[in-house]
């Protein structure tokens, strides 16, 4: 990559520490986002993809989770060894949070006017007026009506895609060079949905912010994304740019996952399921994770494969023994 | 539908008292369904997608009998009285729906414990629980096992061991998969599919989710503030759907294929209030159509150019 | 952002320990809590004391011995004697049997009808559940203190008619927070499913609430126990629990006063019993609370 990465995660494995061993939610994971660019983070629960976007902000519980190898950089600062006031500057300032529940992100007894105009002082050196001034035409961005009464009013008067707009508002209001989104429309219907995502990307294009966008929803980061990373049972199996990734799958388990969507299955018919279950993150096999579910499994799964390009001039990765060869998918 | 329906909803409205004043009398009330009519043919699949705030949730309860409606009527053809075993409800949530301090074979077989008024013969009721457990899929040996020892799917197994314990007509599946991976997600609607085809279930699938209310329905409601405003064949409504919401509802749905336009950011998503309904049709304030002939009240009637069953609520949809 | 974000933690990152239950989790949690250790072990002390009383006491707890009166503590008499010669370290050792069983009788008397009512206030509900619900508040707003004292004295001063008016003074405490729990629990699913088989009340509340409220009312107990010492002590020092010659920890304190200017010895060691007792149920309570408290597992 001759871009320089705004984040930048290298071999990161983190385990939790229970009751008789360990979770080991991360295991080796390496993934970039460059500047101003939309790179998204799909799999399933217990994928480790929140665990990932949680570390990246270091919000994860002190002392709840180990660091086993591997670091992280946002812009140049070493995450994993800075301090909480490090962290405090970054959060909010160069890199922002959007959660999935909009509601709780929002303290329940303030009026949304203070809350932002709060948060907008701490980063950024302004009096009240123009905090305020920047409050209404970051709201106006995100297409509220009337951002002057919304600033009078309390988080449970506006509706849910309401609030998660006033989050993005506050997210972009320090214009930071990432945002880290955690499933940010997942509790949202899908005509507000579409709102949302779209005001977010175009704000992001404006400003050149890049967003690292965690999902489980395939069509989302085929609408969102440019660049896709997908997760299974704490490691990366395949990257790429967002068409490579859907369209042309190597990886057997991002097959499965897109061959398991109704969405491209003739009504009626029988859906291909992936059989059997996430293996538990505490006893993992010593080889490829998918293994026990794969329908090309061989003696050499019993190694773990790592991610590598499947031919020299391309960015798209797969850690796969045997990746599949057919070309794009009939989407 | 030719045949005999299963179960018959008559203009079911549901309103709940709110904001009571100094004497509890109430002042505003909820309008949470506002006339559904329904007729439900056996064996067959009813699709009910909407957002939230439209009423599906409410449909769901009434229709299993945790709430009664304030008017209207609500028949099974088989006369069983509901709320004993005439519909059967499968949740989103396996996490609570399942009680996290039973074991699986009490779990599966509480609707006959609870219907012989808990005299029953303990190994009957296990033999019961192992073969219904083996019907979706658990290993009969884990019918001693708690939920918290499963997987989300498996729980979700679970929960529809125990809806086919009760033999019911119908089956109610409250976004049955909303909670699950997509990989387990096919896993359980193939599972229903297969079990529908097995014991000729009727199913009444309640779903935000339009692609698979698209791969497991036959019929198809779409409803949007209490109201059912398009009903008809699954194919028919979703790929030519007629009324103004369906078509917003359908075309913001992300898809896998080409990316939307991204110059149209979707203005005016916000739902009207359900205390104070809006006069003539519900949607035209959020409606790119709308004109003076939104103000009367629409009725939903078949679109005539159509020979397939497809009822809209919608003025533009019959020319006449 | 920062005060925000602090708030916003989804708190699990979709983490699940690998089967979280059975004694050896609970044994693996008790351990990391030095606290709730301590308080199992001054509960083992207490309960050894109970049990092998007969054997660990020097003298008879009644002996009568108007020559050693009041004397301090030395080697023959450790925690020395009383205004009879009565040998103070064994009426501790006995007095333990009194108010531990105190403590232990009025929790579960209080505990099990307290949830009944409870359980099925809050599963009813309406006009039944407003009707208890009221009752109980008339309860709880008498100070617990004088209601015991008032319904203890209707009854007649002995031990039992103590802990019987205790008990009642308790149970609406259990009430209250079993029916907290059982509005929870009646909105899960299960019981939502249960309702639609057609199930009745009885199977709701046996089946599926009262299972599901249990821990919070145990962890109530365990601190009550404490409480409930304290409570049947102070009743005994007002006259209205134990009768002499009885040995029980509060009329000890009790009777002490007169002498606690100069004898320190006679009401201090029944005193410092009580307190042990007490803080010994309380940390363990919390230790426990802790540990079923659901959204601390996996950490």
């Known amino acids: 990559m001759t871009q320089n990465p705004v984040l930048s995660i290298n071999d990161l494995s983190i385990e939790f520490p229970v009751y008789k061993g360990a979770v080991k939610a991360l295991n080796g994971v390496s993934l970039h986002v460059n500047e101003g660019e939309i790179v998204g983070v799909v799999g399933e629960s217990g994928s480790g993809k929140s665990v990932t976007s949680m570390m990246a902000m270091k919000l994860l519980p002190e002392g709840s989770y180990r660091v086993t190898q591997g670091d992280i950089s946002i812009l140049g600062t070493d995450i994993i060894h800075a301090s909480e006031k490090t962290m405090r500057t970054l959060r909010g300032g160069d890199v922002a949070m959007i959660f999935q529940e909009p509601m709780t992100a929002l303290n329940p007894t303030r009026k949304i006017g203070i809350q932002m105009t709060d948060v907008i002082r701490l980063h950024r050196r302004l009096d009240n007026d123009a905090a305020r001034q920047l409050a209404i035409s970051l709201l106006k961005d995100m297409h509220i009506a009337d951002p002057e009464s919304t600033l009078q009013r309390y988080p449970f008067e506006l509706s849910g895609g309401m609030r998660q707009r006033v989050l993005i508002a506050l997210a972009f209001s320090c214009n930071p060079r990432l945002i880290i989104a955690d499933e940010p429309t997942t509790a949202l219907d899908v005509t507000v949905q579409k709102q949302v995502l779209m005001l977010l990307k175009a704000k992001a294009r404006e400003l050149k912010t890049a967003i690292l966008f965690i999902t489980h929803d395939m069509a989302v980061v085929s609408q969102f994304c440019d660049r896709v990373y997908v997760m299974y049972a704490g490691s990366l199996v395949e990257a790429g740019s967002t068409r490579q990734v859907l369209h042309a799958p190597r990886h057997p388990y991002t097959r499965g996952l897109m061959a398991a969507l109704p969405e491209l299955a003739t009504p009626g018919s029988q859906l291909q399921a992936i059989p059997g279950n996430v293996p538990d993150l505490s006893r993992l096999p010593a080889g490829c994770a998918f293994a026990s579910r794969c329908p090309s499994r061989s003696d050499k799964c019993n190694q773990k494969p790592v991610l590598t390009s499947i031919h020299e001039a391309t960015t798209h990765q797969v850690a796969c023994w045997h990746p599949a060869l057919q070309e794009e998918l009939a989407v | ?320 | 952002m920062n005060a925000m974000t602090e708030q916003t933690l989804p708190t699990a990152p979709d983490i699940q320990p690998a089967a979280a239950s059975g004694l050896g989790y609970f044994f693996y949690k008790v351990k990391k809590s030095p606290l709730t250790v301590a308080g199992l072990f001054i509960i083992l002390f207490m309960l050894a004391m109970m049990l092998f009383a007969p054997w660990l006491a020097t003298h008879d707890p009644n002996a009568i011995d108007l020559m050693y009166r009041l004397l301090p503590p030395s080697a023959e008499h450790w925690f020395g004697t009383d205004e009879v010669g009565r040998d103070i370290y064994s009426r501790i050792i006995f007095g333990s049997r009194q108010s531990i069983s105190v403590g232990l009788f009025v929790v579960a008397v209080s505990g099990v009808i307290g949830a009944l009512i409870g359980c099925f206030s809050g599963v009813v509900g309406g006009r039944t559940d407003r009707v208890i619900m009221r009752l109980m508040d008339v309860m709880l707003s008498v100070p617990s203190l004088v209601l015991t004292m008032a319904l203890a004295a209707a009854l007649g001063a002995s031990l039992f008619n103590a802990m019987l008016a205790i008990a009642v003074v308790r149970i609406p405490y259990y009430v209250r927070l079993a029916r907290g729990q059982a509005l929870g629990i009646r909105e899960m699913g299960y019981v939502k499913a249960a309702r639609t088989f057609g199930a009745s009340r009885w199977h709701i509340v046996s089946w599926h609430v009262i299972r599901n409220a249990l821990p919070p009312l145990i962890v109530q107990a365990t601190l009550d126990i404490g409480g409930t010492i304290l409570m049947a002590a102070a009743l005994g020092f007002i006259g209205l629990g134990a009768q002499q010659p009885t040995a029980e920890w509060g009329a000890m304190v009790a009777t002490g006063r007169n002498y606690v200017l100069d004898q320190w010895w006679y009401s201090g060691f029944p005193g410092l019993a009580i307190l042990i007792t007490a803080t010994g149920f309380n940390l363990f309570g919390d230790g426990i609370r802790d540990i079923l408290d659901p959204k601390q597992k996996g950490k």
């Not at chain 2, 009423?55 to 009664?68: C, D, E, F, H, R």
């Open chain 2, 1 to 320: 539908m030719t045949t005999m329906p299963v179960l018959s909803l008559k203009d079911i409205q549901v309103r709940f008292p709110v904001n009571p004043d100094w004497r509890g009398r109430p002042r505003q009330h909820v309008h949470a369904l506002n006339g559904i009519s329904l007729e439900i043919a056996k064996g067959e699949t009813l699709g009910i997608v909407g957002e939230s705030g439209c009423g599906k949730s409410t449909m769901a309860q009434v229709l299993i009998g945790l709430l009664q409606p304030t008017q209207g009527e609500m028949t099974l053809s088989s006369g069983k009285s509901n709320g004993k075993g005439g519909m059967q409800i499968v949740f989103q949530d396996p996490q609570s729906s399942l009680n996290p301090r039973l074991p699986v074979w009490k779990i599966i077989t509480e609707p006959v414990f609870a219907a012989a008024n808990r005299k029953v013969d303990k190994a009957a009721m296990r033999e019961l629980a192992q073969q219904l457990a083996a019907q979706v899929g658990i290993r009969p040996e884990y019918i001693d096992r708690f939920p918290h020892e499963f997987s989300g799917g498996q729980r979700q197994r679970i929960a529809i061991a125990r809806a086919l314990a009760a033999e019911p007509d119908i089956i109610v599946l409250d976004e049955p998969t909303s909670a699950l991976d997509i990989s387990v997600q096919a896993q359980i609607l193939n599972l229903l599919a297969e079990l529908q085809r097995s014991r000729q279930l009727t199913f009444i699938l309640i779903s935000h989710n339009v692609s698979v209310v698209r791969h497991m329905c036959n019929r198809v409601a779409v409803m949007y503030l209490g109201q059912i405003v398009e009903i008809g064949d699954a194919a028919q409504v979703l790929e030519h759907p007629a009324h103004p919401y369906t078509q917003l509802l359908l075309a913001s749905v992300p898809t896998l294929e080409s990316v939307q336009d991204e110059s149209a950011v979707p203005e005016n998503v916000e739902l009207p209030s359900n205390r104070v309904l809006p006069t003539g049709c519900y949607f035209k304030d959020r409606c790119p159509s709308a004109s003076s002939a939104c103000l009367q009240p629409q009725v939903l009637k078949q679109i005539s150019t159509q020979s397939q069953e497809h009822e809209a609520r919608c003025h533009l949809a019959h020319p006449d």
